[in-house]
């Protein structure tokens, strides 16, 4: 069963650091990864989907990687906002199944 | 901007009883699912939905839960008989294409369900 880790599981970071989150999973046959924002009580939202066969994404501020082959995946955030605090999910599809790691929660610090 | 809906945004129940958990999907999207999340908890695969039937489901989705989509804008998750274990947060979401062109998932706000 595929198996999804998240690391650091909480950040503090002060306004404008960059900064890595990271994604790990077990089973490297996946057919797409997806970084998630979650704010407290609400639903997800979707930051960038990076298909299998893809090495990176890229949307505004925010950049991520997929090595497949380690099973891992990392979420770059660059400069920093207090608005980028939340929680940050990652999800990977394996066969017909998605699994969700337990996040990494942002504080960004003004 | 299109968006997926879900309604309530909060149902209590008393253990024991029926509820049907609603969420209206993209328009254009031919993909549905189903997640939930209990408190403090990751993100759980309940079921995904394609052509008025179930694709996929996990070991979560027994007996106890069903999926509809009674008409051409509502998509259903019911709980047959709740346990106090089904208090959580369901999240419904929709993707236009399907798990082989691994497209975008868009999630609704969900619904917290509260089982006493």
């Known amino acids: 069963k595929q198996e999804v880790t998240q690391i650091p599981a909480a950040l503090s970071v002060p306004e404008g650091e960059n900064l890595v989150l990271n994604c790990s999973f077990t089973?490297?046959?996946?057919?797409?990864l997806q970084w998630f924002r979650q704010d407290p009580g609400k639903g997800l939202t979707s930051l960038l989907l990076?298909?299998?066969?893809?090495r990176e994404q890229t949307s505004g501020r925010l950049n991520a990687s997929l090595d497949k082959s380690s099973g891992r995946s990392t979420l770059y955030i660059a400069a920093s906002q207090p608005g980028d605090s939340a929680t940050y999910l990652c999800?990977?599809?394996?066969?017909?199944?998605?699994?969700f790691g337990t996040g990494t929660s942002l504080t960004v610090i003004p | 901007e299109p968006e997926v809906t879900q309604t309530p945004s909060h149902q209590v129940t008393q253990m024991g009883q029926e509820v049907i958990l609603r969420c209206v999907p993209i328009?254009?999207?031919?993909?549905f699912y189903w997640y939930r999340q209990i408190l403090g908890q990751k993100v759980e695969f309940l079921v995904s939905?394609?052509?008025?039937?179930?694709?996929?489901k996990s070991e979560i989705f027994d007996d106890q839960f069903s999926v509809e989509r009674p008409d051409g804008s509502n998509f259903t998750l019911k709980i047959r008989s709740t346990k106090l274990e089904d208090s959580a947060m369901y999240f419904c979401?929709?993707?236009?294409?399907?798990?082989?062109?691994?497209?975008?998932?868009?999630f609704g706000p969900g619904t917290r369900l509260t089982v006493l």
């Open positions: 089973d490297s046959a996946i057919y797409n």
């Open positions: 939905f394609y052509n008025n039937e179930i694709s996929e």
């Open positions: 999800a990977v599809r394996t066969g017909n199944q998605f699994y």
């Open positions: 979401a929709s993707s236009e294409l399907g798990n082989v062109l691994g497209n975008e998932q868009f």
């Open positions: 990076i298909q299998s066969s893809q």
């Open positions: 328009s254009n999207h031919l993909y």
